[in-house]
């Protein structure tokens, strides 16, 4: 049974930091790409950033490039986004998603509020 799980979300003022984790289960983790999607209320979903199996090729959005920092840890089976300088607009619900050619797995989400 695949599982991804978020953590780490929650309350922060503009300018702070946040550290989201996802742990995966039920599938070769070091085989999938991982991505960062987020959605705001009355938005549509979109990509945050994403990383290679191995790690080594890190993507980002432009809206979140050079404040956000995405990693994994394939001994761990843990993939994290490290959030800096937070912006209003980064408030979202952030979902961990692992994808390998067809094969697409989605966490339940976890809730990011930026707000002073």
């Known amino acids: 049974q695949v599982q991804l799980v978020e953590s780490g979300g929650g309350l922060v003022q503009p300018g702070g930091s946040l550290r989201l984790s996802c742990a995966a289960s039920?599938?070769?983790?070091?085989?999938?790409?991982m991505n960062w999607y987020r959605q705001a209320p009355g938005k549509e979903r979109e990509w945050v950033a994403g990383?290679?199996?191995?790690?080594?090729?890190?993507t980002y959005s432009v809206s979140v490039k050079g404040r956000f920092t995405i990693s994994r840890d394939n001994a761990k089976n843990t993939m994290y986004l490290q959030m800096n300088s937070l912006k209003f607009e980064d408030t979202a619900v952030y979902y961990c998603?692992?994808?390998?050619?067809?094969?697409?797995?989605w966490g339940q989400g976890t809730q990011v509020t930026v707000s002073s």
């Open positions: 998603v692992a994808r390998r050619d067809t094969n697409t797995y």
């Open positions: 039920g599938y070769p983790f070091s085989t999938y790409g």
């Open positions: 990383i290679s199996s191995d790690g080594i090729l890190p």
